[in-house]
Nanobody
Framework: EVRLVESGGGLVQPGGSLTLSCAAS????????MKWVRQAPGKGLEWVSS????????TYLDSVKGRFTISRDNAKNTLYLQMNSLRLEDTAVYYC???????????????RGQGTQVTVSS
């Protein structure tokens, strides 16, 4: 059974930092592209970042580029999202995705975890 379990969300002030983790199991993590997407209150899913299977290629939504860093540890079957200089508009539920395609978008075919809430507020 495929499982993706996100953690690390919370309440942070503007300008603060958080690191999200996604623990993967039930599939061969090291051969899949992984992605982060988010859903702000009242809005649809928004792609945030992608990383290819060996971690050698990454890409970001323009509004988070330079502030967020995606990474993975294939030995630990874990995906990460380091988020710095957080803004009010980063408030959302963040999900990790298992994907077959390295792209700057998400697909209904991607497997999604249960999400972790990130709230940026003063």
């Amino acid at each position: 059974e495929v499982r993706l379990v996100e953690s690390g969300g919370g309440l942070v002030q503007p300008g603060g930092s958080l690191t999200l983790s996604c623990a993967a199991s039930g599939f061969t993590f090291r051969i899949y592209t992984m992605k982060w997407v988010r859903q702000a209150p009242g809005k649809g899913l928004e792609w945030v970042s992608s990383i290819n299977s060996d971690g050698g290629s990454t890409t970001y939504l323009d509004s988070v580029k330079g502030r967020f860093t995606i990474s993975r540890d294939n030995a630990k079957n874990t995906l990460y999202l380091q988020m710095n200089s957080l803004r009010l508009e980063d408030t959302a539920v963040y999900y990790c995705l298992k994907s077959s395609i390295y792209s700057r978008s998400w697909s209904a075919n991607d497997y999604r975890g249960q999400g972790t809430q990130v709230t940026v507020s003063s």
